[in-house]
């Protein structure tokens, strides 16, 4: 699985236009081939700071959408930031779950 966290300091007289465009693309993202979840959120302390996360099936997946005019889109919201957006890609090579939280806590599955 492939993590993408794009972050996006936002102009406080753009963050509007922003969250407009950026809830646009929810739909047609979650229809894209190998996108896996499609989230927008923010941060609770530095309330300009805008930050979309993707999962991804594979890079191959990936890297199509990175070439796609939907990315372009998100892309072309730079006029709307104080900074260019920040752009980190990470590879997961195992994904772990609450089973693992409570191996690691002494808990059984069922809570007890």
């Not at 996006?8 to 047609?28: A, D, F, G, I, Y």
């Not at 957006?85 to 191996?103: D, F, K, P, R």
């Amino acid at each position: 699985m492939i993590v993408v966290r794009i972050n996006m300091h936002v102009l406080p007289e753009k963050q509007k236009e922003l969250v407009q465009t950026l809830l646009s693309l929810m739909s047609p993202m979650e229809r894209a081939a190998g996108c896996l979840s499609y989230s927008l959120l923010c941060d609770m302390k530095e309330k300009n700071l805008l930050c979309v996360l993707e999962e991804w099936k594979n890079r191959e997946k990936l890297d199509h959408h990175f070439k796609s005019d939907l990315f372009g889109v998100l892309l072309g919201t730079k006029s709307l930031l104080s900074q260019p957006h920040g752009i980190l890609i990470y590879t997961v090579q195992e994904a772990e779950g609450m089973n693992s939280v409570n191996a690691m806590r002494g808990k059984r599955d069922d809570g007890a």
